[in-house]
């Protein structure tokens, strides 16, 4: 009887906290007709994201991150496979070689694995193929990669590096798409590698509205800008000159009264303002990641 008593609790306490958890997808659904009904549901999911909108402390935010995740299956979305270059980043790391013999061992490796296979294997072979006694420490002994390979690196020492290199480049690429998808809101995206293909990211995003929107988001490529910039000294000495000349050939040509005069000192001012205010933007852009 003991034992039936605590079956009974133990599944009542159950039932509570599915219903607990259940509760959260009932708040955000909720909230999902509401923003359809705004006619602006972006606006409203974004005016609502911090508002504790369940029990007095849970946010719309949290109750989307805590909702049951129903998957493309069942809840719809978006599913993409992104794709590394990884002959472009062989070319990249060998400091864009023009050698016939490198460029046509990429092309063969690019065609041979262009239903999937590891290209940095079949790119290596392909080298061998054209150039053969040709070592690859002669490809990328380069100055950025100095302190990885020499011209008296093996074969083996120098593939090693090139995968390291790509795998790199994959999780830098990998961090991007998880940081631009994160900032976009997306609940429960499923990000990961795939296994065995070199440089291929799978990515899933339920409940995506926007799909076109998101492959911009995706797709965009970061631009680091470098702007000229001037400094306020370096302003002022065109600036001031060029209005001392405009106020003595105006005085000079007796074209200004007291009340012109005054006006136009409000006219340099307002120049003045708007020169520094063009500066400030302009600085403010100097250095922006894109």
């Not at 989307?64 to 002959?87: A, C, N, Q, T, W």
Request: proline share 2%.
């Amino acid at each position: 009887m003991q034992n039936k008593g605590f079956v009974k609790v133990f599944a009542a306490l159950l039932t509570l906290v599915c219903l607990f958890y259940l509760s959260f997808s009932v708040v955000t659904s909720y909230h999902a007709g509401k923003a359809e009904e705004s006619g602006d549901s972006k606006h409203y999911m974004d005016s609502m994201q911090n508002e504790n909108v369940w029990l007095g402390i849970y946010s719309l935010k949290e109750c989307r991150e805590l909702e049951i995740g129903l998957g493309l299956d069942l809840k719809g979305g978006m599913y993409v496979i992104m794709e590394v270059s990884v002959p472009d980043i062989v070319k990249s790391l060998s400091g864009n070689k023009q050698d016939e013999n490198f460029k046509t061992a990429l092309n063969n490796a690019r065609q041979a694995t262009i239903n999937g296979g590891d290209y940095i294997t079949a790119f290596i072979n392909e080298y061998h193929k054209v150039a053969p006694g040709s070592s690859l420490a002669s490809l990328f002994a380069t100055h950025d990669l100095k302190d990885k390979v020499s011209q008296n690196s093996t074969d083996k020492e120098v593939e090693a590096v090139l995968r390291d290199e790509v795998k790199a480049a994959v999780d830098n690429s990998y961090n991007v798409l998880r940081s631009r998808i994160d900032r976009f809101g997306v609940v429960q995206p499923n990000i990961q590698a795939i296994e065995g293909g070199m440089g291929r990211i799978m990515i899933e995003l339920p409940g995506i509205k926007e799909p076109e929107r998101v492959r911009k988001l995706l797709q965009g490529s970061a631009n680091l800008e470098f702007w000229e910039t001037y400094s306020i000294d370096e302003i002022s000495k065109v600036v001031y000159p060029a209005l001392q000349d405009l106020d003595k050939k105006l005085e000079g040509e007796g074209l200004m009264s007291n009340s012109s005069l005054q006006t136009h000192h409000i006219a340099q001012l307002v120049l003045l303002t708007t020169a520094i205010l063009l500066l400030s933007i302009r600085f403010l852009q100097a250095t922006r990641l894109r």
